[in-house]
């Protein structure tokens, strides 16, 4: 099984900055990709940022310019460098990991951190 294990959420007002951290650990043989995804209450979850083995990431439109993925392979983990927070951001993050284990490949999920932006 894998873990993942996040931080990093909290409070800020609107023009600032937070950083999250996802750590993944367990029988991993390799991860395939990892990122984050987002979900308002009564909304589907909807893709935040990933990033795939080699480096490519992608971003949901309303984030890019002002969020920044990245992913340290020696750690098993993602972070998201988020600037600019708006009010719409305010909702909780959930980190997920695609991993190749000894029982197979899965999709593998965090228990999520709440982020708030004050206008």
């Known amino acids: 099984q894998v873990q993942l294990v996040e931080s990093g959420g909290g409070l800020v007002q609107a023009g600032g900055s937070l950083r999250l951290s996802c750590a993944a650990s367990?029988?991993?043989?390799?991860?395939?990709?990892m990122g984050w995804y987002r979900q308002a209450p009564g909304k589907q979850r909807e893709l935040v940022a990933s990033?795939?083995?080699?480096?490519?990431?992608n971003y949901a439109d309303s984030v890019k310019g002002r969020f920044t993925i990245s992913r340290d392979n020696a750690k098993n983990t993602v972070y998201l460098q988020m600037n600019s927070l708006k009010p719409e951001d305010t909702v909780v993050y959930y980190c997920?990991?695609?991993?190749?284990?000894?029982?197979?490949?899965?999709?593998?999920w965090g228990q999520g951190t709440q982020v708030t932006v004050s206008s």
């Open positions: 367990g029988r991993i043989s390799s991860i395939n990709a």
């Open positions: 990033i795939i083995n080699g480096g490519s990431t």
């Open positions: 997920y990991c695609n991993a190749n284990t000894y029982y197979g490949t899965g999709t593998y």
